[in-house]
């Protein structure tokens, strides 16, 4: 079975620290996403990845980056959290190309900024 | 650029009924596939369903259907029987065939009781 690892359901964390949420998937899949989800506005896309050290924007970037250095793992980075990034934040990921195959996701972390 | 609405903030529906949920999408692709997504209180997304561009026939998977409309722009998803476990947040999503990336809409909260 497909499977999608975050590393914590809910984190707390200060302002100005920074911030690591990680991904791992064991599906040999090219393609990782980041998302945070607001209630009201759906999920948008911060960053994702089409193969290891590779990396793109996505919707709303500002204020994030990301790291793939192995393709099992994509993390997210809060390089100063602020309280505006108080969020749930969702990894994905999925085959490359294959336009009938779904994304599979994470159980999601709640991340909250103090 | 895509976009996916859906209109219906929250819908209610009792035990063993029907329920349609709206998903209208833009898109000036030619090639694209929508994909239904229901995400629990628990967090985690989880793929339901999945219907192209060029496909004939409507998608079927177990009590969802999708009804799809192409020249209204329209994927609704129709959930039949509904049950209690079915009450969560309901995403409709869109992906062009030459990226990777998902469009999502806002989501429906859905509400089964007794």
């Known amino acids: 079975d497909v499977k999608v690892t975050q590393s914590s359901r809910y984190l707390v964390k200060r302002t100005g620290e920074k911030v690591f949420l990680e991904c791992v998937q064991d599906?040999?899949?090219?393609?990782m996403f980041w998302y945070r989800q607001d209630p009201g506005l759906g999920l948008r896309l911060i960053y994702f990845?089409?193969?290891?050290?590779?990396?793109e924007k996505g919707d709303i970037p500002e204020g994030y980056s990301v790291s793939r250095e192995k393709k099992e793992r994509f993390s997210l980075i809060l390089e100063s959290a602020s309280t505006n990034q108080t969020s749930m934040y969702l990894c994905?990921?999925?085959?490359?190309?294959?336009?009938?195959?779904?994304?599979?996701f994470g159980d999601g972390t709640r991340l909250s900024i103090l | 650029a895509q976009k996916i609405t859906q209109t219906q903030p929250g819908m209610f529906v009792q035990e063993k009924e029907a329920v349609t949920l709206d998903c209208t999408y833009d898109?000036?692709?030619?090639?694209?596939?929508l994909f239904w997504y229901k995400q629990p209180s628990s967090g985690e997304m989880i793929f339901l369903i999945y219907?192209?561009?060029?496909?004939?026939q409507n998608a079927t998977e177990g009590r969802y259907s999708l009804n799809f409309q192409k020249a209204r722009k329209s994927a609704n998803l129709v959930i039949s029987a509904s049950q209690l476990g079915d009450s969560a947040m309901y995403f409709c999503?869109?992906?062009?065939?030459?990226?990777?990336?998902?469009?999502f809409g806002t989501g429906t909260r859905l509400q089964v009781f007794p």
């Open positions: 994905a990921s999925s085959l490359y190309r294959v336009s009938n195959q779904p994304q599979h």
């Open positions: 599906m040999d899949h090219e393609n």
């Open positions: 990845s089409y193969d290891v050290k590779m990396k």
């Open positions: 898109t000036s692709d030619p090639s694209y596939g």
């Open positions: 219907q192209g561009s060029y496909d004939q």
């Open positions: 999503a869109i992906k062009a065939w030459e990226t990777d990336k998902l469009i």
